[in-house]
């Protein structure tokens, strides 16, 4: 089942985001620095959204995107305190991390100089708990997979670009990592058009992608999601 995300979901998506997004900018902010973001965007956050999926009593894949990643950025600026007290609990709990969450807060602060895309949404977040992916590492489907023929990611992509279609949005951006085939196979198979692939995050390089919303919607309205 999709439903729209609640502040009370906050501290379950920030748990699937650390065990399935192990690459992702935020997680080197650390993991109270995710719960707050969540909680922060959830409870107060117009401009952003999140839909969870949930089987079995449990959130096994979420969606975060941003309608206007304009005003998501105006938002954080707000959040900003309480974002901050969370930056100091991550480093006390863990502080080796402390050099990496000062990367991550730097790039955060450069992002927009980085990206030369005027798309005005933004997705910041997709993640399927490993074991409700459509396929394993060895190619086998996984039994979620194989009994219901439900592929999560895909739901919870269609539900977002519906959501921003009734916001009147008609784009929205996506950053992945440029080394990772399964997610640049994913939005390249969704419709999204690559802009740029040289983005370097940490030194590693990062794909750009610009998805039309209704293109998103035909084509995963047309596989019957």
Excluded: W
């Amino acid at each position: 089942m999709i439903r729209r995300a609640t502040r009370g979901d906050a501290g379950n998506i920030a748990d699937l985001h650390a065990l399935a997004l192990r690459g992702s900018i935020f997680l080197e902010l650390g993991r109270p620095f995710l719960e707050q973001f969540y909680y922060g965007t959830l409870a107060d956050a117009d401009d952003v959204f999140s839909y969870v999926y949930e089987q079995d009593g449990r959130i096994v894949g979420f969606v975060t995107m941003a309608a206007s990643h304009e005003l998501f950025y105006r938002h954080i600026m707000k959040d900003l305190p309480q974002l901050l007290v969370s930056l100091a609990r991550s480093a006390i709990a863990s502080p080796s991390s402390v050099a990496s969450m000062a990367k991550a807060a730097f790039f955060m602060t450069k992002k927009e100089r980085l990206i030369r895309c005027d798309a005005k949404g933004e997705l910041l977040q997709i993640a399927v708990h490993p074991d409700y992916r459509a396929r394993l590492e060895n190619g086998e489907p996984t039994p979620f997979f194989r009994d219901t023929g439900v592929k999560v990611a895909e739901a919870l992509f269609f539900n977002a670009a519906m959501e921003l279609r009734k916001r009147g949005v008609r784009d929205f951006r996506i950053m992945t990592g440029g080394e990772n085939v399964v997610s640049n196979k994913f939005y390249s198979r969704l419709g999204c058009r690559k802009v740029a692939d040289n983005i370097q995050v940490f030194g590693k390089p990062t794909s750009l992608y610009r998805c039309d919303v209704e293109d998103a919607i035909g084509l995963l309205d047309h596989t019957g999601i």
